[in-house]
């Protein structure tokens, strides 16, 4: 019954058994693993417990508790299992493959690769162990080594959705959009292919062919969010007015989808339009709002300064979102709003409680503490002095100077640069960026740029001094991953507005290219501690760099930092990245 996956009608014969006093090891695994599937874990782990008491060298019983604790949530147990499961039998391959997800989830990825390529050495067709492997590598730099992992099976007759599906994104990675196109361009039978084929037909100069493709998926489905978004995001970037289209046309046909009428009203808030991102909400026929709907309409509210309502709706949702910290948030942004700023700092604190790592919550801590006049503590969490540093890059090998290498990477950035507008997501305005991890593509300019900046962002970590009671300064390492990269071309009056680096440690932009208009007044300048709340929060920087061609600033990626617009005709081009520790 276990294995035909009928686990309701197995539970109660094999819960007779248990009760009638049989202790043979594999019936209490059974029994074990049927209660996981039906979602009851705590009685799951009592009847592991009990296996590996009859079974206390059995391989399967150990790695599958792994399984079950890591559900859990206690993932420093679940790998115990599974290294006791490889001590009982070495070689076993469902152990070095769940260990190394685990490794990969932790983001020690070092590790992960080295259980992953274990489980392929012995067992070279396993198609799973070959996608997170590549998944491990990409996150190393080692795109190359990932896109031949996933060759080789392809070679060896596997040609699942998975592995397609993450070799093409490996070539977009690498901005080989053609190769991505080559590959998928016949394999119609998943949408989640044909999807990727789409995006990357966009990427590669194909942007009409691209919206066909979207337009064939939605004809089969017409309320796939991913499809919708994809396609919503392309037409915006293409300068598309009728971007959103497609969605009303889905939401008109489906009016009761609270999922797609909350996706549209986000996009519509994104784009800055908050009285029609408030209507698609209350046109609702449907009575009962979500949270993501009460959610939105609190942060709309907010931002048009009608506070009372705003508190109004989001205390409808805060019973709906124990493990959401948005609400918290929002309620936190409402409190500063009406210059309650001892309950936003508690709402604050209940934010890093739960997310003590999240640099979002401690780039809000700040902000509440400088609202709160507490300049001491600010200053403690946002050392600008000590924090915030500006380095001359050293000119690369085989460039007489920095300002010839700068051309030649100017040269180079400029063809990424072929969006009309700037991405719907990020914080910069009247500019584009550029898509994906940049120091994944195979340009020499490029490769030269990351190895100079390895060296500044060592010198950076060097003189930074370990202590664990500070967010920044706790997490210090000495070896370090770039997290992210893009170039970012502001036009005539472009900036960006402040914000800050969720997913980094340590941020930096490296100047490329400035306006003259930076000699004038704070043109183009990079600022800091300006903190952006919402419509009804005027707050000055603390701190400002003056941009220099050849230069880059490094700062901790929770300070808020924006730019200040430029008058010029000339582009303001830059290196933006984040970097993160290696886990150890």
Wanted: net charge negative; charged share 25%; proline share 4%.
């Amino acid at each position: 019954m276990y294995q035909q996956q009928k686990y309701e009608v197995a539970l109660p014969l094999l819960k007779q058994l248990t009760a009638a006093g049989v202790s043979h090891p594999l019936i209490w695994h059974v029994f074990a693993l049927c209660l996981r599937k039906l979602g009851k874990l705590q009685e799951s782990e009592q009847a592991f417990c009990k296996a590996m008491k009859l079974a206390p060298n059995d391989a399967e019983i150990k790695n599958n508790y792994g399984n079950l604790l890591k559900q859990l949530g206690d993932s420093n147990k679940a790998m115990q299992c599974f290294h006791e499961a490889l001590r009982c039998r070495p070689g076993f391959v469902d152990a070095q493959y769940n260990a190394g997800l685990l490794k990969l989830e932790k983001k020690q990825y070092a590790e992960a690769s080295r259980f992953l390529k274990q489980a392929l050495s012995n067992k070279p067709d396993f198609a799973s162990a070959a996608v997170a492997l590549a998944k491990s590598l990409i996150q190393t730099g080692g795109l190359d080594e990932a896109i031949g992992v996933l060759c080789r099976i392809l070679e060896g007759g596997s040609d699942s959705v998975p592995v397609l599906l993450t070799l093409s994104q490996c070539y977009r990675e690498k901005g080989l959009h053609d190769e991505a196109v080559e590959l998928l361009c016949d394999r119609q039978e998943s949408d989640l292919l044909v999807r990727e084929l789409a995006i990357n037909l966009h990427f590669s100069g194909r942007s009409e062919s691209a919206i066909e493709c979207f337009r064939a998926l939605l004809k089969k489905d017409p309320l796939n969010q991913q499809v919708l978004g994809s396609m919503a995001d392309i037409r915006w970037l293409m300068g598309d007015v009728d971007w959103l289209d497609d969605y009303y046309q889905a939401l008109c046909a489906n009016p009761n989808s609270w999922p797609l009428r909350c996706d549209l009203s986000n996009r519509l808030v994104k784009s800055e339009q908050l009285q029609s991102a408030e209507q698609i909400l209350e046109e609702s026929p449907v009575s009962v709002w979500p949270l993501e709907a009460l959610l939105l309409k609190g942060h709309i509210k907010r931002e048009q300064g009608e506070i009372e309502e705003a508190q109004h709706v989001l205390k409808k949702a805060l019973p709906m979102s124990e493990k959401n910290t948005s609400v918290i948030n929002e309620l936190m942004l409402c409190h500063l709003s009406e210059g309650d700023v001892k309950s936003a700092l508690r709402c604050c604190d209940q934010l890093i409680e739960k997310e003590t790592d999240n640099q979002a919550w401690w780039a809000m801590k700040a902000a509440c503490l400088k609202l709160a006049g507490n300049l001491r503590e600010y200053r403690k969490l946002y050392d600008f002095d000590k924090f915030v540093k500006a380095y001359v890059l050293p000119c690369p090998s085989g460039y007489s100077n920095i300002s010839e290498f700068n051309q030649q990477l100017l040269h180079d950035l400029q063809n990424m640069h072929a969006s009309a507008r700037h991405p719907l997501e990020q914080s910069l305005r009247t500019g584009t960026q550029t898509e994906g991890h940049l120091f994944r593509r195979d340009i020499e300019s490029v490769k030269f740029l990351e190895k100079q900046l390895k060296q500044v962002i060592a010198a950076y970590i060097s003189h930074l001094s370990f202590d664990n009671s500070h967010p920044f300064t706790r997490r210090l390492r000495q070896d370090f991953l770039f997290s992210g990269a893009w170039s970012v071309r502001l036009n005539n009056s472009g900036y960006h507005r402040n914000h800050y680096h969720s997913e980094g440690w340590i941020s930096g932009s490296y100047y490329v290219s400035v306006p003259k208009a930076v000699q004038r007044s704070g043109n183009g300048w990079i600022k800091f501690g300006q903190a952006e709340l919402g419509r009804l929060f005027s707050m000055d920087p603390d701190y400002c760099i003056k941009p220099e061609a050849g230069s880059v600033a490094l700062f901790p990626s929770m300070m808020w930092h924006g730019t200040e617009p430029f008058d010029d005709q000339e582009y303001r081009v830059t290196v933006a990245f984040d970097v993160v520790p290696v886990e150890e």
